[in-house]
């Protein structure tokens, strides 16, 4: 039978660890299983199944299987492809094929292609999480097919994809037109082109490329590291370097490139010194820290140029966007109307060194131009110091200012708030796919910012005040300002008609609700009490350390966001001025969340930063007791929290309280007495957010608390 002339590799086991030694043997061992034996000691399983196979073989498709004592297939190969398949081996839904890093090299490389569960074939770069539509660069636009959709590879070499039904929703390529005996296989190759090959076996000749996808070599994201970009050369592709820069490694130019020289910094920066080279037809993933519109290249080039932190800029449409190195997913676009500034001092601008060595001098004359060198050094210096500390505050008032200070709409903003489009949050929410949650002042999505893969949570506001934008500028100005270990950090906002949106940072444990209420592992005493402390230095850091006082106005278990080493972080703070009167969970005019509200909200009452605190008390107690302040799951004397606590409370059984926890019970006292004071009915009882937190650390006083009978008015009104 004919033989292709070269071996062809269609899958791979265990391909992130191919450094085998030369005795390494595949085994199928007395135990039923499928191994690499290394030694005597060291096996490296192939197969991933529990059960013991009674057999193995391979089958003329090129499957290889293994089979039960009853001769079923209990694992195989076409299950779980690495970089290709071969006729008749489907790609089921949410299976995948990963490139390998080289022709030679058949570890994971970094490209692959995804039949989702929502029926569409998508190729992604691998080292991107999440795989948003913003990062795919080839998709067959078919998320509408449902579930189960596969791709398949016929013997005549027609590749197409069916849904669950048995129909054709899509053929990617119909029958092939290669003569006499011939084999097909599909493969994701190293450079991210998924490609439909076939072979004559009747012929001695080698593979033929029958279609690819996508058309564009230059369409896969990442194909060239940082600061680099994808261009085509004689029907190929190869990684440039921007102007400026030297490949990292020029054995392997995908891992990007480096300046040859660091820029100056601000306070000593000169425009003459620096020059704007310029790139057609590129485009780049996209993070502008400014945006300027309606402009011109000419005055993207100069904007660019004049700010000493402008490291590269976008122009198209025009639009220029200031972007920070490094830049990347650098590719060449034939139908690109984009233009490239990159800033580049003049002394590298050429790629030559400029430095000329001094002509020879004797020893009379260089000791006279020692001496001139010292004097002259000495007069440079002090001249140097005076400019220096006029230098710095002109940088201050005129460059660091502009960078600090965004315009937008006529209003400054801090520059730490950075003012996103309506479609840049589109894109880094996929379409506000992924839901984390909803609260009075709206929903809450999960996403991600495409320079330096930070995750967020952007939050769409509604019903937000009709006083114009300018007031809304105000209060998110004031929200931006405040910077607390205790706070979620405000990243930016978007003000686009009617598009409001706020972006925080991603907080990866969830809500204190979820631990609370949700979750089947009670946290600890301690944890709990950390967590309360937390919260409080929050709030009071909000009530008396900002430079404008924040009534947050909805402080509950769902508003306190847990970080990645659990410590708490209260997040909506100040958004009730942002919102309409009708905006609220409870009664018209009243803020805030049903069991958490003070009773001052349904009397009328001037509303002081003693609300939060009456707030901050309830959900005390609901930390202490691991449980909702109202709940119907507990005996009828339980069911309102603060009315049981306060009965424990007079009848000295707060251990009924921890359910048994083994807690100091003096601890328990006082920690329910900070809680009781926190609720009480009169505002003016209540302590101050300040005093709380002494309490909890032990610092003051905790007295006995008044005795209360309005709890349950107020929780049920």
Known sequence: MPRIKQKTVVWTANRDNLTLPSDAALIFNTDGRLIVQLNQSQQIPVSNVNQSASSASMLDSGNFVLYDSESKII?????SPTDTIV??????????????????????????????????????????????????????FTSLAGNNVSLHLDADGQLYMLNSTG?????????????GNSIHRATVDADGIFRLYSHNLDQNSDWSIEWKAPENICDPIGFCGLNSYCTIINQGSECACLPGFDFIDRGQKNLGCRRNSTLDDCISFEKSNFTMHELDNLS???????TLASSTSIQCRDWCLEDCYCEAAIYNNKECRKQKLPLRFGRFRQDGQITTFVKVSIGESGGEDRRLEPPPTSTKNRNKLQIGILVGGVICLALGLIGLAISSILTLRYRVSPYRELSDGGLVLDAALRSFTYQELVIATNGFSEKLGRGAFGTVFKGALLRGQTRIAVKKLEKVMADGEVEFQNEIRSIGRTHHKNLVHLLGYCHDKSNILLVYEFMKNGSLADFLFNSAEKLSWGDRTGIALDIARGIQYLHEECETQIIHCDINPKNILMDENWHAKISDFGLAKLLMPDQSKTVTGIRGTRGYVAPEWYKNQA????????????VFLEIICCRRSVSMDVPGNEAILVEWVYSCFEENELHKLVNGEEVDAE?????????????????????????????????????IPPISNSFSNVLVS
């Open 75 to 79: 694992w195989q190969t076409f299950a």
């Open 284 to 290: 780049w993933e996209d993070g502008p820290y400014s």
């Open 167 to 179: 129909f054709v929703i899509k053929t990617l390529r119909n029958r092939g037109t290669v003569s």
């Open 667 to 703: 601890t328990l006292k006082m920690m329910v007495s900070v809680g009781l004071w926190c609720i009480q009915d009169e505002p003016s009882f209540r302590p101050s957010m300040k005093k709380v937190v002494l309490m909890l650390e032990g610092l003051a006083e905790i007295p």
């Open 87 to 140: 006729e008749g081996q489907p790609l089921l839904a949410d299976r995948r094929l990963v490139s390998s890093i080289s022709e030679t090299n058949h570890s994971r490389g970094i490209f692959e292609l995804i039949m989702q569960d929502d029926g569409n074939l998508v190729m992604y770069p691998t080292d991107l999480s999440p795989r948003i539509s913003a990062y795919a660069y080839w998709s067959t």
């Open 607 to 618: 509303v002081t930063t003693k609300a939060d605190v009456y707030s901050f008390g309830i």
